[in-house]
Nanobody, 128 residues
Framework: VQLQASGGGLVRAGGSLTLSCTVS????????IAWFRQAPGKEREGVSCVSHSGVSTYYARSAKGRFTISRDSAKNTVYLEMSSVEPEDTAIYYC??????????????????????WGKGTQVTVSS
């Protein structure tokens, strides 16, 4: 499985940004996908997760009410819509998948247990 995150950039506090994660090499609908982030000097943090079907979504407390995760099977892409961003959202954002049909899905979210496939991240910087 290959995951490619994109859409990061510089945004002002209070603004919006949408990240995309394109998945290839596998049957997209078999994989749960999550977004994690890591800021300099901080622990890796789970942000949001969407089940393989798209029916179930999960959010970290810091993301709830501000971020929306969604998936588009026609485009093999998962999105993270970020609104009302804060300087604390500054981090490298990674999209991650589980192991597909044998995977745990989002059951361990926000832990990364079972999320074995990591793509390269995309930098999000929020200016105050």
């Amino acid at each position: 499985v290959q995951l490619q995150a994109s859409g990061g950039g510089l945004v002002r506090a209070g603004g919006s940004l949408t990240l995309s994660c394109t998945v290839s090499g596998v049957t997209f609908d078999e994989y749960a996908i999550a977004w994690f982030r890591q800021a300099p000097g901080k622990e890796r943090e789970g942000v949001s997760c969407v089940s393989h079907s798209g029916v179930s979504t999960y959010y970290a407390r810091s993301a709830k009410g501000r971020f929306t995760i969604s998936r588009d099977s026609a485009k093999n892409t998962v999105y993270l819509e970020m609104s009302s961003v804060e300087p604390e959202d500054t981090a490298i954002y990674y999209c991650v998948s589980d192991a597909g049909v044998l995977g745990r899905g989002c059951s361990k979210f926000p832990e990364h247990v079972g999320m074995n496939n990591w793509g390269k991240g995309t930098q999000v910087t929020v200016s105050s």
